[in-house]
Each structure stands twice: as structure tokens, then as C-alpha cells.
Nanobody
Framework: QVTLVESGGGLVHPGGSLRISCEAS????????MGWFRQVPGKEREFVAT????????YYSDSVKGRFTISRDNAKNTVFLQMNSLKPEDTGEYLC????????????????WGRGTQVSVSS
């Protein structure tokens, strides 16, 4: 059993930066690839980024590539998403999730989910 807790969301101006975190309050993340998704009311949950269990492979959606960086610290049981050059369309609830699959882009490939942290990009 893995329990994930996201933190670090908030309100930021366009062009600004924010780093959000996902910590396992129960269980360990080392055996999982980890991913970030975002959810906007009325829209499907959107894949953002994923990182392999040891951090040596990362994959991003085209909409965030070059602006966002996913990383992890297995000793701290934590995954991060550094978001730079934020745009209003990046607004949403950001959820982290744990998967036993490599290069998991789909919700159905993830086994455990956090409850999310809200990121709002507005002037």
C-alpha cells in the first residue's frame, strides 16, 4: 500500500515558477515509476510527466516539454515537479501517481494516486 501526498501548489503569475512535491506518507516509492497528471474541471485528466524508478529516464507531454522538470529523491521518498515559464493554461489540480509500468502515459497504468495540489496561473 502506498499513500501519496502532494504539496507546494499555489497562485503564480504567468512566466513564474513553482515546484510541487509528492511524498509517500505510507509505503516506499523506489519500486515504482512515478508520474504527474493535471486535472481541470470538465476535461479529461492530462498526462504531464513521468520518471523511472531510478530517475534515469524521464518523459514529458509536448505541452510542458522544455518548461517542466520531473525529478525524485528515493532516500526522501519524494518526487518533484519543477514548473518554469508557467502559462494560464497550466492551471489545474496536479496529481502524482505510482506505476509499475515503464513509460506510463495512461491513467489506467497507475496503481496509486494522491489527492492533488492546486496550481493557478493568473495575473
Amino acid at each position: 500500500q502506498v499513500t501519496l501526498v502532494e504539496s507546494g501548489g499555489g497562485l503564480v503569475h504567468p512566466g513564474g515558477s513553482l515546484r510541487i512535491s509528492c511524498e509517500a506518507s505510507e509505503g516506499t516509492l523506489i519500486s515504482f515509476d512515478m508520474g504527474w497528471f493535471r486535472q481541470v474541471p470538465g476535461k479529461e485528466r492530462e498526462f504531464v510527466a513521468t520518471i523511472s524508478w531510478n530517475g534515469d529516464r524521464t518523459y514529458y507531454s509536448d505541452s510542458v516539454k522544455g518548461r517542466f522538470t520531473i525529478s525524485r529523491d528515493n532516500a526522501k521518498n519524494t518526487v518533484f515537479l519543477q514548473m518554469n515559464s508557467l502559462k494560464p493554461e497550466d492551471t489545474g489540480e496536479y496529481l502524482c501517481a505510482a506505476s509499475r509500468y515503464d513509460k506510463a502515459y495512461k491513467e489506467s497504468q497507475y496503481h496509486y494516486w494522491g489527492r492533488g495540489t492546486q496550481v493557478s496561473v493568473s495575473s
